[in-house]
């Protein structure tokens, strides 16, 4: 057994433990955060071609912020990420 193919087995090991130890957690959440997912988008399409082939291509890219928020247990480490929201407030209409 190669050291690469030992390495890649306790990885494995090791990555299956944890996962065991988070589905058997009670887990205990703590504070909801906002946790922003920032993304590489294309912007401005351009129009290209080579003979009869024509396809487009991105001019650039850039960073694009999608709202996210996380909350971790305590007890295991556990991360949860969500995008949905619910109203959780609501104040008087005048």
């Given at each position: 057994m190669t050291r690469e193919e030992q390495l890649k087995r306790e990885y494995e090991n090791k990555l299956h433990a944890l996962r065991k130890e988070q589905d058997n957690c009670r887990h205990e959440w703590g504070e909801a955060k906002y946790d922003p997912e920032i993304k590489r988008e294309p912007y401005?399409?351009?129009?290209v071609g080579q003979g009869s082939h024509v396809?487009?291509?991105?001019?650039?890219?850039?960073?694009?912020?999608?709202?996210?928020?996380?909350?971790?247990?305590?007890?295991?480490?556990?991360?949860?990420?969500?995008?949905?929201?619910v109203a959780t407030k609501y104040e008087p209409k005048f």
């Open positions: 401005g399409f351009k129009t396809w487009t291509e991105p001019v650039g890219y850039h960073d694009v912020e999608h709202k996210r928020w996380s909350r971790t247990c305590k007890k295991c480490g556990k991360v949860e990420y969500t995008k949905e929201r």
